[in-house]
Each structure stands twice: as structure tokens, then as C-alpha cells.
């Protein structure tokens, strides 16, 4: 019997996510659902989706469904295509904070089909369905938070995700967001205030690799990272303070009488933070 996925925000993710499905499963049939059906039919008239909708009618024939809208929205377009799919069905989303969007869904559960939290670690600063890739996936870690779903539905969702190319890790929803602070929501608003910092102040006719590399994700949506930081405020200004204490060694070194043994001290810390992330990129 032929498969159907419904994907809820059809963009960079959801559309890599339709990709990928594609690229995998040629016969698996991909329903896209948004607000704007002009995008959905350009969608569709790339081969992403077979079909686009702006409702949820149809959610009934769905096996599985990704809500890929801002995290945000997220909760509530859950509950949405539950409410018309068939009780066997699974949900996941690829939003990048899990606790708050979780605790939401396991107070008030959604209709018939079951929840299960997911973010897969993968995307750019790009937007948009025309940016998909089918192979976004491959290798990237997907972090699944089962919460107190059924177990069979988690690992229906793991397959999801393994079927896709994911290096898939179980995490309960509040460590997920702690980890990702660091690694994630920090260094967004390290390269923002990077960009801001030198942007008005430097000629950028002399920046090269160093400062695109460290500013690159910078140029994602605004809107976007303010709902994600609202959403993990606590451990993102955790995080923060860190940092902040890290900067304020630099600091210190460089006024200070310590012949810059503190800097020092620091660069060979992140020499070897930065080794050990690549030794771990290296076995995706």
C-alpha cells in the first residue's frame, strides 16, 4: 500500500523533508499544507509534493505528517492536522526548542493521531521550498524526544527520521534544549553580534573567510530566532553568561599583567573544543 506524509510549512525543512522523501520512497505520495496556495502549486510543479492544501482536508489518508511552521505555531498546527487524521497516524515537527512545545501538547493532547517531538539538526540560513535539498539530512543528527508517547509511536518516528538519513538521538525534551542553547541558539546570537559589531565599523572590503564563516548564520530570519530564543529563554541566557565569562577573560588577558598566558590558555581550549566537534563531523 502506498504511503502518505503530509508535510505542515513547506519551506527550507519541509521541503527538504518532501525531498527526501521523494529521493527514498518514489512512491510514497507527499502532501504539502500551507496558507498560500500559489507557493503549494509552485511547489508542487517542482515535484516536491504531489498535492497542496490549505486546509486539512485529506489528512485522513496521512501515515505520517511533519510540522515544520515556526516553533511558535507549532503546537496549534499539531493539533490541527490531528484533529482530521485517523487514530493510527504519527506527528512529529522539526522545531528547535522541544520542552515548551511539548509540555503544551502533553496538556492538552491533540485529537486521534499521536505526538511525537523531533528537531533534526540540519538547515541554513536560506529560506524557502526552492532551497530544498534531498539529502539535507544524511548523516545530521535528529534529536527525537519521545516525552510520554507510546513507544511504538517513537519508534515509528525514529524510522521516519532514519529513512531519511538521520543520525537519530533519543533526548528527554528539556535536556534537548539545554544542549541546543550552547550549540545552537548561542552561537546564532554570538554571529549576529559579531555582524553587528563590526558591520558599521569596519571595511568589509577586507573581511574575508574568517568573518563569513563566523558570521554565516546571521542571515537567518529575525523573526524566527525571536520565537526560538522566547521560547528557551532560561537556558539561552545561561549560555550567554557563560560566554560572556569567557569574553571577559579575554578581556583580562589582553589589559592584564599575565603576558597574555590567560588568552593563550583560552585559544588552546577552543583549539581543542573545535578538534573534537570535527572528530565527531568526521564519522557523520
Do not use: Y
Not at 537556558?235 to 569574553?247: G, K, S, T
Amino acid at each position: 500500500m502506498t504511503r502518505t506524509v503530509g508535510i505542515v510549512g513547506v519551506g527550507l525543512i519541509g521541503g527538504s523533508v518532501a525531498a527526501a522523501v521523494k529521493s527514498r520512497e518514489p512512491s510514497t505520495r507527499v502532501v504539502g499544507f500551507g496558507r498560500d496556495a500559489a507557493r503549494l502549486e509552485a511547489c508542487r510543479s517542482v515535484g516536491l509534493i504531489d498535492e497542496g492544501r490549505t486546509d486539512f482536508g485529506g489528512a485522513e489518508d496521512l501515515d505520517v505528517a511533519v510540522v515544520a511552521t515556526p516553533v511558535d505555531r507549532i503546537a496549534a498546527d499539531v493539533r490541527s492536522v490531528a484533529a482530521a487524521c485517523r487514530g493510527d497516524a504519527v506527528l512529529t515537527d522539526a522545531g528547535s526548542v522541544k520542552a515548551s512545545i511539548v509540555a503544551d501538547l502533553e496538556a492538552d493532547p491533540p485529537e486521534r493521531a499521536t505526538f511525537v517531538g523531533a528537531h533534526p539538526l540540519a538547515g541554513s540560513a536560506k529560506q524557502g521550498f526552492e532551497h530544498a535539498e534531498s539529502d539535507l539530512f544524511d548523516g545530521r543528527p535528529c534529536v527525537v524526544t519521545p516525552g510520554a508517547a507510546p513507544r511504538q509511536a517513537v519508534d515509528r518516528v525514529v524510522a521516519f527520521w532514519r529513512g531519511l538519513g538521520a543520525d537519530v538521538v533519543e533526548l528527554d525534551p528539556q535536556g534537548h534544549d539545554d544542549a541546543l542553547a550552547f550549540t545552537s541558539h548561542l552561537p546564532h546570537l554570538v554571529a549576529a553580534a559579531l555582524a553587528a559589531t563590526a558591520g558599521p565599523r569596519a571595511d568589509l572590503r577586507l573581511a574575508s573567510t574568517g568573518f563569513g564563516d563566523t558570521t554565516r548564520i546571521a542571515g537567518g530570519d529575525p523573526a524566527l530566532w525571536l520565537e526560538i530564543v522566547r521560547s528557551n529563554r532560561d537556558a539561552v541566557i545561561d549560555a550567554l553568561h557563560a560566554f560572556h565569562d569567557h569574553c571577559g577573560r579575554v578581556i583580562a588577558s589582553i589589559d592584564g599583567e599575565d603576558d597574555l598566558a590567560g588568552l593563550a590558555a583560552l585559544l588552546e581550549e577552543g583549539r581543542s573544543a573545535r578538534r573534537a566537534f570535527e572528530s565527531l563531523a568526521g564519522r557523520r
